[in-house]
């Protein structure tokens, strides 16, 4: 009997380890903990200026911060309805994630940008920090600047009725972000 | 009734595998023939009885029996019937038992077709096998029951099975995979037997090789269709994703490559004997492991089931004790004495050295990469995401350094070789293949691609180091006409995989390099080239599925004044979730194919379309179905069927090895 014949088994022991520490650790559970918690900041190229933003960026709120790639289809469904959004004065921050940026800027051009600014999100560390799962998904960010909703899929105006616009009709809110929208 | 019936053939068959567990091993060490022979019978009852309980479920979801909860889960009285059948194994619960037939298959086929064997090595490979029955069995009752029932509030309908599993490569896949998966268990359990015999020798590696290659053949058949189905089902035209699932069964096959050369060369060279075993316990943890991975929501991924931290922690007390175990009895069973055999640097002993070290150190790379998320959150180092970039820089070199050995192996000879002899033997083909390198990729477009240029030189390579060892089997040229007997099956399996293999690497590199891909708004009437073809949007219209509503549109592809085809993408809506799901329209060829998927509708009477054009990416799955039909051919060998005992024992006294 040798030592070494016993490292195949010191090297599992250790992965086990890792393994039942990894069970407590539940990837999906993420979200729900970043919910009533700030925005993770970030230090991120905007993607049409490509200047470095960071979470105070995220202004005017109460805001909606939509997660998009060009390689999602469901995107291309809600983007017409994003676009109404904007229209009616609802601030929208994009989250680009793992996307192609010249892809994605021609994106914009063709369909139109219901966008204030765009994460650029390349590696998708901003969504990881988030807890993306894919794309399309969209948060609603308060005026205190913490996450107070999360809605995965595509959205629609029964969705935004439904779960979403409350945020926004606190009195004065959509007024006030609106006017605010100067002043930035 | 039914669903109980099922319930119970499955408490049932829990008991016979319990008792194949201990009755046969205990039999083996008091040497208790009675005992020992029983172990076959043992086996067949398990699998009765799994198959009884398979049988029961596939009746509730044929039936549309709501009652039972998976079935409400994952079924519709409006799924068709073949999707009924395979929305069986399309969930954790149905998987599992899926998982446990194949394994009492197996089983059943071990004791089957080794009347060669020793009694006592079948009662132990056996019984080590009914311990991972018991195992899985006892997940399935006790955390994962399929025929668990929602009483009383029955649901009128069911939920439906997810529309991406709806199609028939899903009714295969899963199956295959598993086969290939479980089959791994057969070597683990002769690794394990041969190390609670003491005897591990070459007898040992030849009894394991048939099954090995099986399992082997299975896995890559298996892998190679969830590739394609990715390809044509998930809509966006990629192949490969290196999705934790993914790599959960890519890891086996790693491993099984390494065992599958390894044990050649344990069985013809008596040598690496303590490292065979080893990669035979791997081969299995790593399928296990990825059960695991998969089934306990540790890794997030598009394809994990529904995850549940108690079963995660079932399963990994589970891995502890099969893993941790074999490795412990290997550490102190393994053989320590040096091996007598001796071999010189430049031989066949050598060669497949390397390969060892390659595929292990790419199953190393793959797992360290699958896990590093893990490892970085467990510390609470932040959230990471380990993608294709890091896989593809490591992977792809080490293939590619394998590569130049793989034309040399078949050609080597045992024990002693030399490189003069090598270069003789090679140099002429090896000179056909520079050029054909640095011309083909000029067939391509016209510009120079290098890294297609890599891939031709590396795979012509390949390919001409198999029609080398054809010819000089053949005996071309020698006179006396062709020695056909020499192709034995082993020859032709192994020729076949290993070209493949270099089809599978021409895919890759050419699909990679060539692809070209537009995302276009189109109308009706509009028109675009892609790849020197021209796609035309001639009409659009809505037609009724069984269970679902689709949206089609028609396109004329043609080339010059030639019409290729005509393709018809579709945008599903099913009925019964809501859920939207993109069917690509494919004109396939063995050099391109033409792909379009359709987006969304974005204005009135434009969509949002997807064109593709993907040169050779077919070689992909021709050389994975290649590979797997290769290893399936091995064991048509005459040699694996004359395993008489006698024989074997003489073999292990001739190279002195017993004990």
């Given at each position: ?12 022991a ?33 993607l ?12 005017p ?13 469901s ?5 017409p ?5 904007a ?6 921050y ?7 940026s010249?892809?994605?800027?021609q ?8 966008y204030r ?6 590696d ?7 807890g ?10 308060g005026?205190?600047?913490?996450i107070?909703?999360?809605h995965v ?6 969705v ?12 004065g ?12 | ?6 319930h119970?053939a499955?408490i ?16 083996a ?14 086996a067949?009852?398990l ?5 009884i ?16 909860a998976v079935?409400?889960?994952?079924s ?6 073949i ?26 086929a071990?004791s ?8 006592v090595?079948?009662?132990r ?22 025929f668990?029932?929602?009483?009383p ?40 037997a ?8 070459a ?6 090789r ?25 809509g ?11 790599n ?7 491993m ?26 791997f081969?299995?943890?790593l ?6 991975l ?21 399963i990994l ?10 490795l ?8 320590t ?5 001796n071999?010189t640097a ?6 497949l ?5 390659v ?12 896990l ?9 180092l932040?959230?990471?995401?380990v ?11 080490l ?8 034309a ?8 002693e ?7 003789h033997?090679l ?28 891939a ?20 071309v ?40 891909e537009?995302?276009?708004l189109?109308?009706v ?14 009409a ?16 004329e592809?043609t ?9 018809i ?17 494919i ?12 987006g969304e ?32 051919l ?16 003489a ?6 090895l017993?004990?």
């Amino acid at each position: 009997m040798r030592v070494k014949r016993f490292i195949p088994l010191a090297a599992f022991a250790l992965l086990a380890l890792l393994l039942f520490k990894g069970l407590s650790i539940d990837p999906t559970a993420l979200p729900a903990a970043r919910l009533g918690q700030p925005f993770p900041d970030f230090s991120q190229p905007e993607l049409l200026t490509e200047e470095v933003i960071g979470a105070s960026a995220l202004q005017p709120r109460p805001a909606l911060v939509n997660v998009w790639a060009t390689w999602c289809y469901s995107c291309r469904v809600e983007h017409p309805y994003l676009l109404a959004l904007a229209t009616q004065g609802v601030p929208i921050y994009g989250l680009n994630y793992k996307d192609e940026s010249e892809k994605a800027r021609q994106w914009l051009s063709e369909l139109g940008d219901p966008y204030r600014l765009n994460i650029t999100d390349r590696d998708g560390t901003v969504g990881l920090d988030l807890g993306v799962y894919g794309a399309p998904e969209t948060y609603v960010l308060g005026p205190d600047g913490v996450i107070l909703h999360r809605h995965v899929g595509v959205l629609d105006e029964a969705v935004f009725e439904r779960d979403i616009r409350h945020f926004f009709t606190v009195p004065g809110r959509l007024a006030q972000a609106s006017t605010q929208e100067g002043g930035e | 009734m039914i669903p109980e019936i099922g319930h119970l053939a499955l408490i049932i068959a829990f008991v016979f595998a319990m008792g194949l567990a201990v009755i046969p091993m205990w039999g083996a060490v008091r040497g208790n023939s009675a005992a020992l022979n029983l172990a076959p019978t043992l086996a067949m009852g398990l699998l009765v009885f799994v198959a009884i309980a398979f049988a029961m479920l596939a009746v509730s979801f044929l039936k549309d029996d709501f009652s039972v909860a998976v079935v409400a889960a994952n079924s519709n009285s409006l799924l068709p019937a073949i999707f009924k059948f395979s929305a069986l194994w399309g969930n954790h619960e149905g998987s599992l038992l899926l998982w446990v037939l194949i394994l009492s298959g197996w089983m059943a086929a071990v004791s089957w077709f080794s009347h060669g064997l020793p009694s006592v090595m079948v009662a132990r490979v056996l019984s080590v096998m009914g311990m991972i029955a018991v195992g899985f069995l006892a997940f399935s009752l006790l955390t994962s029951n399929p025929f668990e029932r929602l009483l009383p509030n029955i649901p009128l309908d069911g939920n439906d099975l997810n529309p991406l599993l709806q199609d028939p490569g899903l009714i295969i896949h899963p199956p295959l995979l598993y086969m290939g998966y479980v089959g791994l268990s057969v070597p683990f359990a002769f690794a394990i037997a041969a190390l609670l015999g003491g005897r591990l020798d070459a007898s040992w590696a030849r009894w394991s090789r048939p099954w090995t290659n099986v399992a082997w053949g299975f896995l890559s058949l298996g892998i190679m269709l969830g590739s394609w189905w990715a390809y044509y089902e998930l809509g966006w035209g990629g192949w490969w994703f290196w999705d934790p699932v993914e790599n959960a069964s890519f890891m086996p096959w790693l491993m099984g490559t390494a065992l599958v050369h390894s044990l050649a060369v344990t069985e013809k060279r008596g040598v690496f004997r303590a490292w065979t075993v080893l990669l035979a316990i791997f081969a299995f943890s790593l399928s296990l492991l990825g059960t695991f991975l998969v089934r306990s929501g540790v890794l997030t991924s598009v394809h994990a089931f529904a995850s549940d931290p108690e079963r995660g922690l079932f399963i990994l007390i589970f891995l502890a004790l099969v893993i941790g175990g074999s490795l412990l009895l290997y550490a102190v069973r393994a053989p320590t004495v040096a091996s007598r055999i001796n071999y010189t640097a430049v031989s066949r002993e050598s060669l497949l050295m390397v390969n060892n070290l390659v595929f292990t150190v790419s199953t190393i790379i793959v797992l360290l990469g699958t896990l590093f998320p893990l490892v970085m959150d467990a510390f609470s180092l932040g959230k990471y995401s380990v993608g294709p970039p890091y896989f593809n820089a490591v992977f792809v070199p080490l293939m590619a350094l394998v590569m130049p050995f793989m034309a040399i192996g078949p050609l080597s000879r045992w024990r002693e070789d030399s490189a003069a002899r090598w270069l003789h033997e090679l140099l002429v083909p090896g000179a056909v293949v520079v050029v054909f390198a640095l011309a083909v990729p000029l067939l391509f477009g016209g510009r120079f691609n290098v890294w297609i240029a890599l891939a031709v030189l590396l795979s012509g390579w390949v390919a001409i180091g198999v029609l080398k060892d054809l010819w000089r089997r053949l005996g071309v040229g020698s006179g006396y006409g062709l020695r056909w007997q020499t192709l034995t099956p082993s020859f032709l399996g192994m020729a076949t995989a290993h070209l493949g293999f270099a089809a599978v690497v021409m895919g890759a590199v050419v699909v990679t390099q060539l692809n070209e891909e537009r995302d276009l708004l189109m109308e009706v009437g509009d028109v675009e080239f892609l790849g020197g073809y021209r796609f035309e949007l001639t009409a659009l219209s809505r037609q009724a599925g069984p269970n679902y509503m689709a949206d089609q549109a028609v396109f004329e592809i043609t080339q010059g004044d030639k019409p290729i085809a005509t393709l018809i993408p579709e945008k599903r809506r099913y009925f019964a979730s809501g859920q939207m799901m993109t069917e690509a329209a494919i004109d396939g060829s063995v050099w391109r194919d033409l792909y379009i998927a359709l987006g969304e509708p974005v204005e009135e009477g434009a969509w949002a379309v997807r064109l593709q054009f993907k040169p050779m990416v077919r070689w992909l799955w021709l050389g994975g179905a290649l590979i797997g039909f290769g290893a399936l051919l091995t064991v048509a060998d005459r040699r694996y069927r004359r395993q008489s005992t006698v024989k074997s024992a003489a073999i292990a006294e001739a190279t002195g090895l017993a004990g």
